[in-house]
């Protein structure tokens, strides 16, 4: 067995990478993971034990399905986000297809790659695809979903919360716009959950994904809630999770899945206040004692917990290293990005500059996190920024007064100024 792996204590700011299982939910997994404790059947099975694993499985789903204010029948088991976003787009293409209906989807510019790509691939397939832009914000504007749906339209897929700056998008109200128009309406809400309402009636959707390990729950588990009537092609064909994912199902994760999305609703008012004045406090410290610092997106209209900060004259990549050395964990963006020398594509549709895109860091903070962990964090940036800037020459010419700033930040307000 792989031994745990001892550092100093680590600062833990990428909740939204991925967060740490809660005991609670491991507490609610564990007789699913023990062969002493005969639950680990296949749920198809007609024995004992097998009913035992289907019981568990029905339980989760009832579970989950309360916290988004869904129905059973509409949870759909699947193995990640990304699975879940997957199955809504190309499952809602694909069934428009075979119905004969038009071939044009529409999505923002700010998504999550496994949307885009998914997108993407539609596109190489005949399918249309528009990319909506955004504000300098990072929001998109219903009123341009509105005029982007054609006849053709078979489908809107805009994200509820963004995973690099957190900012909450109006999808309620694009969720709306889309039911007028007959036009299917998904939205990931993968960095939603747990962390702000999702009842998925409130938010108009047709569709709405999750993944389990973005609150507190396992990696490997998905759900995808399809509304009663919402047709679907199926990624996987059987007859698991009544023909709309096959694969037997993975009963420990989905009994930790649920247990995790009983724990967030119970949690969620009192973590989002703690989480946000916490975000606040590091957000509002490294702005006041780093110069050339600036905020991506709003100070208002996110969820709780995320702070993208871009540090001019500094690569992302290199303080992120250099915060990994005293052991706190940040991120360029998102973590599938990160590694990677590209600017974020989420900022670049912000119309934040590439240097300052270069230079972005995003904290994001969950259940855990104390006031200490600000306080280090609050005393190690400065520094780790300072440290990074002695290297730079464009930083030794500006505190010469050299004028070195290639983009002013007043030019950063983006493609389109933000909506009143
Ligand atoms: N969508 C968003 C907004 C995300 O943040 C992520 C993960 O970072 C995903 C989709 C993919 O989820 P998963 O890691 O469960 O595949």
């Not at 119905?99 to 539609?122: A, M, P, Q």
């Not at 975000?279 to 050339?292: A, F, K, Q, Y």
């Amino acid at each position: 067995m792989k031994k745990a792996v001892k550092r100093k204590k680590l600062i833990y700011f990428d909740y939204n990478a991925t967060t740490p299982v809660r005991p609670e939910v491991a507490g609610a997994m564990a007789p699913y993971l023990d062969p002493e404790a005969g639950l680990w059947g296949n749920p198809s099975s007609v024995h004992f034990p097998g009913q035992e694993a289907r019981r568990a499985v029905e339980d989760a789903r009832a579970g989950v399905a309360r916290f988004l204010g869904a129905s059973p029948e509409e949870i759909i088991f699947t193995s990640c986000g990304t699975e879940s976003d997957t199955a809504a787009i190309k499952g809602a293409a694909f069934a428009a297809k075979e119905r004969g209906k038009g071939g044009h989807i529409i999505t923002s510019s700010i998504e999550h790659d496994c949307v885009l790509f998914c997108c993407e691939y539609l596109r190489t397939q005949g399918w249309d695809v528009t990319f909506l832009p955004v504000d300098s914000s990072g929001l998109v504007d219903p009123d341009e979903v509105k005029k982007a749906i054609r006849k053709d339209t078979v489908l809107v897929s805009v994200m509820h919360a963004n995973n690099e700056t957190g900012v909450i998008e109006p999808v309620a109200e694009i969720g709306r716009i889309c039911r007028e128009r007959e036009v299917v309406f998904h939205s990931d809400g993968i960095q939603s959950a747990g962390k702000i309402p999702t009842r998925v009636s409130e938010l108009n959707a047709d569709l709405f994904s999750l993944s389990a390990h973005k609150l507190y729950g396992p990696k490997g588990v998905g759900v995808l809630y399809a509304r009663k009537g919402t047709r679907l092609h199926p990624l996987f064909h059987g007859h698991h999770e009544r023909g709309r994912r096959a694969g037997t199902e993975n009963v420990a994760g989905i009994v930790g899945c649920a247990a995790a999305c009983e724990l967030a609703g119970k949690d969620m008012v009192r973590d989002a206040e703690k989480v946000a004045k916490l975000r606040d406090r590091l957000e509002e410290g490294i702005l006041r004692s780093v110069p050339c610092v600036f905020r991506n997106g709003p100070k208002g209209g996110r969820i709780p917990g995320t702070s993208n900060l871009s540090f001019e004259y500094v690569e992302g990549e290199g303080c992120v290293m250099l915060l990994d050395l005293e052991g706190i964990a940040v991120s360029t963006g998102s973590a599938c990005a990160s590694g990677t020398t590209k600017a974020s594509h989420v900022l670049r549709a912000m119309g934040v500059p590439g240097n300052l895109a270069q230079g972005a860091l995003r904290f994001s903070l969950g259940h855990f996190n104390s006031g200490a962990d600000v306080d280090a964090a609050l005393e190690a940036v400065p520094r780790v920024a300072a440290k990074l800037r002695s290297m730079s020459p464009l930083w030794e010419d500006r505190t010469k007064g050299v004028e070195t700033r290639i983009t002013p930040p007043d030019r950063f307000l983006g493609l389109r100024p933000p909506r009143p």
